[in-house]
């Protein structure tokens, strides 16, 4: 068997596994460690250095073997983990994750990388004598003595029965009570049923997952020998292998999968799947279901679910979605099917609402059977539309469960003491804005550890903790998402900020209203920051922040308390895939609103119209100019209103700026599935997609923004 054709499956698995031990370690009390913590750490160490060397990727294998000594000495408590373990240990997951991004073809290991992680972990191996630290015994009691008893058929050459053995007997004491003999020739062979006794600590998971490797899932089987010692343990579990009936024997834990392993569950918990791992922390119930979505453009890994929610995705890859169906069962589909469904339920959505259009104009009491059974179709379909959306909603700690790292080696760097906390890492949105708020957020949180949180001196002299906490929280608002990254750190300085405006030559009064004033910071190169470093100011690159969270359909707002803190909240779509809009008709032709956009709508009054330059006009709302945009103009259709006071004002706002437009009349308001235009045809200036409406014609949804930047330019010309 091409065993090649699973290496993108085991880059996932393996990025999966090394999150999971990210998290683990960020999470772990060095003064009361976790004795089922440190073997969460293990396993996901162990389950990376197995699958690198069944592939042949014996670079992440040596550097795994490392780490695995190391984690094996702290499980067993013949060394006590220290911070200087920690970094390290998170120091060689980072080089891991280097190597195989370079063996997907993604970039390359930096020359010499792996030998100074390898040698620096030696070292603590090596001359690290335990530490004299009162530990309770109730987080560090061994765990008891089994007898299992293992049972398989395997076709095994010599040299890989050889090892398995061994790797069984380093983990206890190992009676070999039936084997099959070894065949003829150079490579010989043991073909047949194998029986062992393994009295042992080691986990079940453990032994599932060592045995996997080689032993196909339906020929194994593992039971526990019910003595004296074990007749307190946990409730057995069923297991399904070939060997239910064997006398005597209590089943307990069955595994089916190759390479499948539950680290953290316990040890009774079944894992099924192909390839498939639910890398959980010690405390944590067995998840049902599983999204493990890549993004492509960025180096950040995604997040998976871990114990302290901070897994990883490989930077391309395939992309996989593992829904699960029962207590602990999960199926791997590929985010391209996934979409094809999502875009075959749109195509469904729209066809529906075409009958409905239709039907809308028969008689309901000659075809009440026909309107009836359409009834039933768009409740049905309408159903099936959010069941199939749901499929692409992940939870927001994909995003969060990267920062506890950023923050740890950030506040390090930094001199400064920070504890981080999210709220709320349950709450789901699409996988398309997951994707695009990332990278936002993570430059929020640096700027908010840089520029926002003070030193420990600083706060102590300010009568404040000596350890700032940032908290990101998202929850669901409507029909959107908010998410928010509050600090207590010294807030933003509005007379620094108006000091900096007027530096650049920016139009500022101190009579400005501070949301006004904290707008400011979104501009492009604005920061008040005295020191320029690689971490940043929090203004360096603010815009491009704010652009990339309109880019999804969002908007950001700041409020700052000088002396008490800075929260900046972001309003996202949950998904874009669908749009919530407001038709408007120009002429003959339909467009499209996106509504987070609209402000408001008015019949303007003469009064209130005023032109300047012979051709320019602007609309007086509330005290307020605002340029008009006729969008009969801008795309050159014939109006059905002669004058302006005559048609209908739709007030937009967007990157801080408004404009009025102009059109015939409001038609109502749709919840329409996006197409897009660039793929089926091409880019059209101040469009940003399609939608097919109910009748069958093709409506195009407007870009707010562009709008917006026509009425600047508008305003500036007058």
Known sequence: MDVRQFHAVFFEEATEHLASLESLLLSLDLLAPDAEQLNAIFRAAHSVKGGAATFGFADV?????????????????????????????????????SQLAAHRGEGSVEEGAADAARVRIESLVSGGAPSIVTVPASTMSPSPLKRRIIRFRASLEQGVADNLLAELGALGELEIMAEPPAGRGARRKRKGD?????????????????????????????TEEQTSETLTADRADPGFGFFDEAPGLQVCDAGFGFFDDAPGLPENDPGYGFFDEEARGPSQSPAVAKVSIPAASSAEPAPTTGAADSARTPAGGNKVVSLGTGESSSIRVSVEKVDQLINLVGELVITQAMLAQTSSQLDPVQNGGLVQGLTHLERNTRDLQEAVMSIRMLPIAFVFSRFPRLVHDLAAKLGKRVELKTVGEGTELDKGVIEKIADPLTHLVRNSLDHGIETPEARRAAGKPETGTITLRAFHQGGSIVIEVIDDGGGLHRDRILAKARSRGMSVEDSMSDQDVWQLIFEPGFSTAEVVSDVSGRGVGMDVVKRN?????????LNSVQGQGTRISIRLPLTLAILDGMSIAVGKEMFILPLGFVVESLQPRTDDLHTVRGSAQLIRVRGEHLPVVALSKLFAIPSRRERLEQ????ILESEGGKVALWVDELVGQHQVVIKSLETNYRKVPYVSGATIMGDGRVALILDVAALVRVASNVAEAA
């Not at 453990?206 to 996997?212: D, I, K, M, S």
């Not at 048609?647 to 739709?650: E, H, T």
Request: glycine share 6%.
């Open 61 to 97: 294998a040596e550097l795994t073997h490392a780490l695995e000594t190391l984690l094996d000495k702290l499980r067993k408590q013949e060394m006590l983990p220290t911070r200087e373990m920690v970094d390290a240990l998170l120091a060689g997951a980072d080089v891991l994750s």
């Open 194 to 222: 194998w029986v062992l006794a393994l009295t042992s600590s080691a986990k079940a998971p453990e032994l599932h997952e060592l045995l996997e490797f080689v032993v196909q899932p339906e020929d194994l089987e593992i």
């Open 549 to 557: 969270i309109q880019s999804a359909g969002g908007r950001v707002e």
């Open 647 to 650: 048609g209908i004002v739709v």
